[in-house]
């Protein structure tokens, strides 16, 4: 399976500490996403990376890549209460689709 | 329309009783992308559609469940005799293309009694 897995499943932090959720996958990619996730409704598309890039940011999200590892890690720095959610990363696989992890359940409190 | 719309919001229904759910795409992606998620589960890859492509119907779950997609706009998951396990949240998702960003719509609650 080219599926992703979250690490951990669940965090619980305060507000003001940074958050940092990991994924790791089995085959190769072309890129990797990162998506969020509230409610159990649809999810927020985060931020993209490539497979010939090595970290990326967006805001307060820093994303790093190591392909010789095959995984992610997904940073929110200073996080709020509206950072709780949960979020996915999403790889491709080589293929023209995506296949979802499991997901990180982040609690932040106030 | 500004996103992906999904229909109905939630639907209740007998075991045994067929349903259908609707996904209308963001207009011009050429893929579509139908999930599944119980509660406090991950995604469940259940069918893509890329243009005028054979579907990759390979996360189907069983021959209860089928898809199809009209004038390569919106689709239709269909699931017969539905079963309690059935109950989930199903998320249709669209994107440029199969390797660029989807875009979700906001799901269909399912519950089977």
């Known amino acids: 399976s080219q599926q992703g897995e979250e690490d951990p499943q669940a965090l619980s932090i305060q507000e003001g500490e940074n958050a940092t959720m990991n994924c790791s996958y089995k085959t190769s990619i072309n890129n990797l996403q990162w998506y969020r996730q509230n409610s159990g409704r649809g999810l927020v598309h985060l931020i993209l990376i490539r497979s010939n890039e090595r970290e990326k940011h967006s805001g307060r999200l820093r994303v790093t890549l190591d392909t010789s590892k095959k995984s992610s890690s997904l940073l929110i720095t200073a996080s709020r209460a509206a950072d709780t959610a949960s979020y996915f990363c999403?790889?491709?696989?080589?293929?023209?689709?995506?296949?979802f992890g499991t997901g990180t359940r982040l609690q932040v409190f106030p | 329309g500004a996103g992906v719309s999904q229909s109905p919001s939630n639907k209740v229904t007998e075991k045994g009783k067929d349903v259908e759910l609707r996904c209308d795409p963001i207009?011009?992606?050429?893929?579509l992308y139908w999930y599944r998620q119980s509660l406090g589960q991950g995604l469940e890859f259940l069918i893509y559609?890329?243009?005028?492509?054979?579907?990759?119907k390979s996360g189907l779950p069983s021959d209860r469940f089928s898809a199809e997609r009209t004038g390569g706009s919106v689709s239709t998951l269909t699931i017969q005799r539905t079963q309690q396990e059935d109950s989930a949240v199903y998320l249709c998702a669209s994107s440029l293309s199969g390797v660029h960003e989807q875009y979700f719509g906001p799901g269909t609650r399912l519950t089977v009694t």
């Open positions: 999403a790889t491709d696989g080589n293929t023209d689709k995506l296949i």
């Open positions: 207009s011009g992606h050429t893929a």
């Open positions: 559609f890329q243009g005028n492509s054979a579907p990759d």
